[in-house]
Structure formats: C-alpha cells, structure tokens
C-alpha cells in the first residue's frame, strides 16, 4: 500500500508533513469551511456504502486558500482516501473555488491515531433483534460492519438490502431484456437451463439491480433456509479489506464461500484497478463454481470491456451466459410506466403514459422519476396529470444544459481517470501510458471543442500541431478497433458529464 500511495498522490500534489503536525494555522475562513461541506456532501452523494467507514477517520483541519489540511487515523486510511476520493472530492473544491484554484489544490496530510473530530460519525447499526441467530449463521452479508454484524441475522440484513418493489412480477420483460430476465429467472430455480455464471451487463438504469433483488426475493421466498448473498461489489471490496484490517479474513471467506448457497454480486466494474480484490474474487468465485453454487453479477460494460480486470476474471465471466439488457423500445417503455403507476397508485391516461415513455428514453430510473414528481405535483397544486401539464413538466426537465467544458476540464477529467499529475499530462514524458493519456485528452479536447490543432498544441506543453493531429488519429482508429480504447473513452466522457450536472 506504501508504493500504491505514492502513486496515488500524482492528482493532489499531496505531501506529507513532518510527525510535527500542522503550523498554527489562522482562524478557519467561513467561506472556506462552506466549500468544503459542499464538496464534502458531493462526495459522500456519489458514494453513500463507503465514505461513512473512512471519513469517519479523517479530521479536516482547514481549507486555507488553495491548501487543505486533512488528518488521517493511520497510513492505511489516508492511502485509501487519497486512492478513492481525494481525485472526486479536490476536482468539486476546485469547482467550488473557481479561479483561485485553477493551479490546482494541495494536499497536507497528517496521520495521527487520535481522531477527535471526526468528518462524520458512523452510523450506530439498529439493534433491533429481529431473530437470535445461532453462531453459525452469524454472518450477515451487507450494510453493516463486521463488528456490528452479529446482531442482525442474515435474512434480516438482506431482506433490509433488497427493494420488496423489486420482484419478477413487477419486471416488464420485452425484446430489450427478455434475456437477461429468463436467464435470472433460472438462476432464481424458476426453470429454463440455468447458466453459472449469469453475467448481466447493461447500461445504467436498465434494470439489473431490479433483476438481482428479483432473484433474491424469489429464492428466499421458495427456499427460505436458502443463504443469499446479495452485495454490491463496493461493499464486496470494503467487506474484504475490513476483514485484512481487523484479522478476520477466516469470517470473510466463510460468509462469501461456505455459508453461501447463491451469491450476487453487484456492479462488479467497482472492482477495476482493485487487484487484491479481485483476487480475493477470484478464489471466491471458483469455490463457489466448483459447489456448483450460483454466482450471478451485473455489470455497466461487458466483461470484455471492463477496464483493469484481469484476463482470468474475464474469461471465468464469459464462461457461462452473458446476457445483455439494452435500451427498451417506445412500447415496453410505456408498459414500464404503465406498471410503476399502478404500483405506486397513480393515476395515468394512456395517452400521459405515452407521452412520458416518448421523451425520456434511454434510462428508465429517469422515466420512473419524472412520473413520481408529476405525481407529486399534481398532489400538491392540485392539478390533474394530463396532458398539458405532462408536457410542461418534460419541458423543464427535458433540455439539458447547454456542455461547458474546457480543455482544463478535460486534462483534469483525464488525469483523475489515469491517475496522473496535470505537469505529468503537459511533460515530455514518452512513456507508454502517459503518452496514450496525453493523445487521448488531445483527442477528446478536438472532438468536443473543435480547437484547431496548433491551439491544442499549445494548450498541451507547446507541441507542435503535427503531434496534435496524429495523435487524434490515432487515438480516432483506435476507439473503432480496440474495445479497450473505447472504454476508456466513455469512462472519461461519463466522467465529464458527471461534472457538468
Ligand atoms: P441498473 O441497476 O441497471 O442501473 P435498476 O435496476 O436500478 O437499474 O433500475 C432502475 C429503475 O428502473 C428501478 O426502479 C427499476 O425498477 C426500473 N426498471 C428498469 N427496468 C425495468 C423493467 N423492465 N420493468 C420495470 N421496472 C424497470
Ligand atoms: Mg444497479
């Protein structure tokens, strides 16, 4: 992990102060402690499972011009912070701050086991008792830590995880998903050959969590004494370096091996990059294979594309059946609508249900959403949903806001994903992955912002045009080639829209 910090410090210019601690520092600036909050709740929104269990050991100490000054319990956790958040959480600061940060903020960091004022609190676990569990089954499968664990029995924990909205009744199946629903059917013992591995990929929004607490639900109501473990792979990831931290590593695999009949795996790209974790997987997921136990996982990408997974993942996630969910087409999107209305108790016309299934088409969390806020403000104006205001509704949430990138924003977006310096990004460094970095923000930056060549020449270390336009075309013949290629793209591009929204 000590090598690991190193390299993740690259974004931040983040440097460690002497054991000495921080220099008096003057009265924390209210405007400063604002930003930070603000930047703090972005972070904490966009990863709700884990930043409880590690901001709960940072103390922020101050936000001084572009300097911020952070605590950390132990070298571990200032590593993993500085690895999984501090990219996230330095680019919403220097959003916040503006041009006074436009060279960046940097980091000081101090690790200090006595943490007295925490950034946040962690949650208390309910200790609500719902059934004693025998020993044996003291083991729940998400949510709560490993200490907390033993007084919530399994069924408790996952039946607290799962959405009871989220059944196989309640899935609209048509021709964009009605593979991936019969095969988790199958999976769930519903008949139908049954493939182990399921493999679920689809975009965001789509329905492959909905299928995962499908599954769940339907195992456990048939086969109650069935040991379901459903997990995100986020929580996977925290569950196992919890279980290093604490030497527990004998509980962590008998919960995911042993005392477990059906494992789902959520989301499973989180574990890009996580090389220890995804060994830990590895073994996990052949124990389970060679049980003959079902192993189903969801993903945003194929397993072909997934980023910074291993060859051997790859190949163990393509050996049973990938099934794929893709945008709906006009006509399940309206019978998707048609059944969240009625199972929310709204009342739709058929004519509201098309209109809605018309406009938003490509995320049906979206769809879903612009229903329950008609419904909501049809309840509190007091006007009925009809088609008028339908419309007037989809024309304030419809258009988008106008993209306002820069080509600091792309280079930012570029290093978070690549892990890199922005001077690294400018240098002269030909290594191979800089050197691939540096093309692709060429690339993306002449793609979106249509600068002319000797403009980004400029903008990228004073290189001459030529580099600039061969390496857009090479990065141009790439993406239509390498899948690889393309998934780093997109990656860059998701992550560029998440900081215009
Ligand atoms: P994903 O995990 O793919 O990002 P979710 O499973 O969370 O997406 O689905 C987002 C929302 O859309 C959920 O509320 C889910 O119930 C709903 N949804 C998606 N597909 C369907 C479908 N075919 N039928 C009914 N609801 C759906
Ligand atoms: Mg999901």
Not at 90 to 111: H, K, T, Y
Not at 438 to 459: D, N, W
Request: proline residues 5%; hydrophobic residues 40%; aromatic residues 8%.
């Amino acid at each position: 992990m000590g090598t690991k910090f190193r390299e993740s410090v690259v974004i931040s210019n983040t440097f460690e102060l002497p054991a000495a601690g921080f220099p008096v520092m003057g009265p924390v600036n209210d405007d400063s402690d604002r930003y930070w909050k603000e930047a703090l709740e972005e972070t904490r929104r966009r990863s709700p499972a884990s930043f409880e269990q590690w901001f709960s050991s940072i103390q922020f100490e101050g936000l001084d011009g572009v300097m911020l000054s952070l605590t950390a319990r132990d070298e571990w956790v200032r590593d993993w912070v500085v690895a999984h958040f501090l990219p996230d959480l330095l680019a919403n600061l220097e959003r916040l701050l503006g041009d006074e940060a436009r060279g960046g903020i940097q980091v000081r960091w101090r690790v200090q086991p006595n943490i007295e004022r925490p950034v946040c609190e962690r949650r208390a676990v309910p200790r609500a008792r719902i059934t004693e569990p025998p020993p044996s089954a003291r083991r729940a499968t998400d949510r709560s830590s490993t200490a907390d664990r033993a007084s919530v029995s399994p069924r408790a924990a996952l039946a607290a995880a799962l959405n009871p909205k989220h059944t196989f009744p309640n899935f609209v199946v048509g021709p964009s998903n009605a593979l991936a629903y019969a095969a988790a059917f199958a999976s769930a013992g519903g008949g139908g050959p049954r493939y182990n591995p399921l493999f679920i990929a689809g975009g965001t929004g789509l329905g492959k969590t909905h299928l995962m607490h499908a599954i769940a639900h339907k195992v456990l109501e048939e086969r109650p004494s069935a040991r379901v473990v459903y997990v995100s792979a986020e929580r996977f990831t925290n569950d196992f370096i919890e279980a290093l931290q604490h030497h527990k590593m004998d509980e962590f695999r008998a919960r995911y091996r042993v005392d477990c009949d059906l494992l789902l795996v959520d989301d499973i790209q989180f574990l890009a990059g996580r090389e220890q974790t995804q060994e830990e997987f590895f073994h996990t997921f052949n124990a389970l294979r060679d049980a003959d136990r079902p192993i189903v996982v969801t993903s945003d990408k194929y397993p072909q594309q997934l980023q910074r997974m291993p060859e051997r993942l790859v190949s163990r996630f393509t050996s049973g059946l990938v099934a794929d969910i893709q945008v709906p087409q006009l006509e399940t999107r309206v019978a998707i609508v048609k059944k969240k209305a009625n199972l929310e108790g709204i009342e739709l016309s058929d004519a509201v249900a098309e209109l809605l299934a018309e406009n938003i088409q490509s995320n049906i969390r979206e769809l879903e959403g612009a229903l329950i806020r008609l419904a909501a403000k049809s309840s509190l104006t007091g006007r009925p949903i009809d088609e008028a205001f339908t419309k007037s509704e989809l024309l304030m949430v419809a258009p988008r806001r106008p993209e306002v990138v820069s080509v600091e924003d792309i280079q930012r977006a570029v290093c978070s994903h690549f892990r890199m310096t922005n001077s690294e990004l400018l240098s002269k460094d030909r290594h191979k992955s800089v050197a691939f970095a540096r093309q692709v923000a060429m690339y993306l930056c002449r793609q979106r912002l249509k600068c002319s060549f000797p403009e980004l020449g400029r903008a990228f270390g004073n290189r001459d045009h030529t580099t600039v336009m061969s390496a857009v075309r090479r990065v141009e013949a790439l993406r239509q080639r390498d899948p690889q290629v393309n998934a780093h793209l997109e990656a860059i591009e998701q992550r560029l829209a998440a900081s215009e929204e």
